[in-house]
C-alpha cells in the first residue's frame, strides 16, 4: 500500500518534554514540602492572583450572575447532554456475581473514588466545555467530593463562565488556581481539601508532565499531550469543510497536530491551497496557533486506497478522527484506533468537543492505540469478592496447593493445607506438587 506526503510535518509535540520534566518536578517537590504557603507562593508567580483559593458560595453566585442568561442555557444544554450520554455509559458496568463451581461464588462491584480532581484550563482560552465533560462525569459516577481547578486571571478570578459550568455540573469545591500549583494542591490535600485520587482534564504541557509524575500516588485519566486530529477524505468530500475542520482544530495551539489523509490528489491540493487564506482570516492570537500548527506539525498523505487510508490512520491513533467519505458503515466497522470518531459531514469534532454529550477528554499522541478517552468508568474501580462454603472450596484449595508448591511458594500451599485439614479432618488428599 503506498503513502505520499504531500506536506510531511518538520517537528513533534515531544520537543522539549526533558526540559519540561525538570521544571515540573521542581514545582512539585517544592510544593509538596512547602505546603498551601509555597502554592500560594507560584500562584502570585505563575497567576498573578491573590485572591481566595477556594471560592465561597457567595463568590460562586456573585461569578454565576455574570454569566449571560443565553450562555447559561448552552452551557445546561451541554451539560444535560454530558449528563445523560455518561449516565448510558455507566449502565454497562454493574453489579455481577456468579456460581464459579458449585458452592463456591465470585463476584464484581463497580466503587467509584471517593475524591475526584477537575483541572479546566483558563489560561489563552477558557475552556467552559471542560469543566462539563470532567465534573458531570466524575458526578453521576458518584464521586464523593468533586474539586474543579481553574486558572484565575489577574483581576478576574476564574472565568465566571467556567465557574458557573462547574457548579451546575456538581462540583463541591471551585479552586482558583492553574498549573503545576493547582495540580499538586488536589494531589496533595491543601487548602483543607481532601487529597484526590484521580485527576483529569486537558491542559498545558506542564500539567500534562505534572500528571506523569504524580501517576501511581494518583490516578489519571491519561497521560496526554497537545491534541490532535485526523481526517480521512475521499473524492465526495467537500474542501473546504475538510480545510476549516482542519483549521478548527490547528487553533487549539502552536503544536497541535493536524492530518489528511485521503486517496484523491485533487481534493488534497485544494485543501492545501485553501488553509492558508482560512487561517488568515481567524483572529490574531488563534492566527498565530493555527499558523504554527500547520506549518510545523501539519501532515497531507495521499494513499492508494480507503484500505490505505484505514491503515495510515490506525497507525497514527488521532485523538479525534473525521471521515467525510462514502459508506460510513465501512469506516465504522474497520477504523480500531481512535479517541473519538466523527461519520460523515454532518457532523464535526466541534461538535465533540462542545456540546454533544461525548466526552472531550482524550487520547493523545498515539495513545487511542491502547485506551479510550474519560468516561464515567475511569472514575470507578471494578473491584472483586469471593465467598465460599466449606464443601464448595475443597476442590479449589486442593488445586492451590499444588499449583502454589509447583511455583515453589509453600506458604500459599499451607494456607490451603490448614483449610482442608479443619475442614475436612477424616479425608486424606495429595497435596504435592508431583501428585
Not at 487529597?195 to 504524580?214: D, H, S, T, W
Not at 491502547?370 to 486442593?398: F, N
Request: aromatic residues 6%; hydrophobic residues 40%; contains cysteine.
Amino acid at each position: 500500500m503506498t503513502r505520499e506526503y504531500l506536506k510531511q510535518a518538520t517537528l513533534t509535540p515531544k520537543s522539549n518534554a526533558a526540559e519540561t520534566h525538570l521544571i515540573v518536578k521542581g514545582i512539585l517537590d517544592e510544593i509538596e514540602a512547602g505546603g498551601d504557603a509555597v502554592a500560594m507562593k507560584y500562584a502570585a508567580k505563575f497567576d498573578q492572583y491573590e485572591g481566595n483559593v477556594l471560592l465561597t458560595p457567595e463568590e460562586i453566585e456573585a461569578a454565576c450572575d455574570l454569566v449571560p442568561e443565553k450562555l447559561k442555557a448552552d452551557i445546561r444544554f451541554a451539560h444535560d447532554n454530558v449528563r445523560r450520554f455518561a449516565e448510558l455509559q455507566k449502565s454497562t458496568v454493574s453489579d455481577v456475581e456468579t456460581e464459579i463451581a458449585p458452592g463456591f461464588i465470585t463476584g464484581q462491584k463497580a466503587i467509584p473514588v471517593d475524591a475526584a480532581g477537575c483541572y479546566v484550563p483558563g489560561g489563552r482560552y477558557s475552556h467552559i466545555a471542560s469543566a462539563i465533560m470532567t465534573v458531570t462525569t466524575a458526578k453521576v459516577a458518584g464521586c464523593k467530593h468533586i474539586t474543579a481547578c481553574s486558572p484565575p486571571r489577574p483581576g478576574v478570578g476564574v472565568a465566571p463562565a467556567i465557574v458557573y459550568a462547574a457548579h451546575i455540573c456538581g462540583a463541591d469545591k471551585i479552586m482558583a488556581m492553574g498549573g503545576v500549583q493547582g495540580v499538586a494542591a488536589m494531589t496533595f490535600g491543601l487548602f483543607g481539601l481532601p487529597k484526590a485520587n484521580i485527576l483529569v482534564g486537558p491542559g498545558n504541557q506542564f500539567v500534562a508532565e505534572a500528571k506523569r509524575i504524580l501517576f501511581g500516588r494518583v490516578g489519571i485519566d491519561m497521560i496526554a499531550g497537545p491534541t490532535d486530529s485526523l481526517i480521512l477524505a475521499d473524492s465526495t468530500a467537500d474542501a473546504h469543510i475538510v480545510a476549516t475542520d482542519l483549521v478548527s482544530q490547528a487553533e487549539h495551539g502552536y503544536n497541535s497536530p493536524v492530518w489528511l489523509v485521503t486517496d484523491d490528489r485533487k481534493l488534497a491540493e485544494e485543501v492545501m491551497e485553501l488553509v492558508p487564506g482560512l487561517i488568515a482570516d481567524l483572529p490574531d492570537v488563534n492566527r498565530e496557533n493555527a499558523t504554527a500548527a500547520w506549518r510545523d506539525y501539519a501532515e497531507v498523505i495521499l494513499c492508494s486506497d480507503r484500505e490505505a487510508m484505514a491503515a495510515c490512520s490506525d497507525e497514527y491513533a488521532p485523538e479525534h478522527l473525521t471521515v467525510q467519505a462514502e459508506d460510513l458503515d465501512w469506516w465504522l466497522d474497520r477504523l480500531t484506533c481512535y479517541g473519538s470518531l466523527f461519520l460523515g459531514e454532518e457532523t464535526t469534532v466541534s461538535y465533540g468537543d462542545k456540546a454533544t454529550g461525548t466526552n472531550h477528554v482524550l487520547p493523545t499522541s498515539r495513545a487511542a492505540s491502547y485506551t479510550g478517552g474519560l468516561s464515567v468508568h475511569k472514575y470507578m474501580k471494578i473491584v472483586t469478592w469471593q465467598r465460599a462454603t466449606r464443601e464448595g472450596s475443597k476442590a479449589v484449595a486442593e488445586a492451590t496447593a499444588r499449583i502454589s508448591r509447583l511455583e515453589g511458594m509453600e506458604g500459599h500451599a499451607r494456607a490451603a493445607d490448614v483449610r482442608l485439614a479443619k475442614y475436612f479432618p477424616d479425608e486424606t488428599f495429595d497435596l504435592t506438587a508431583n501428585g
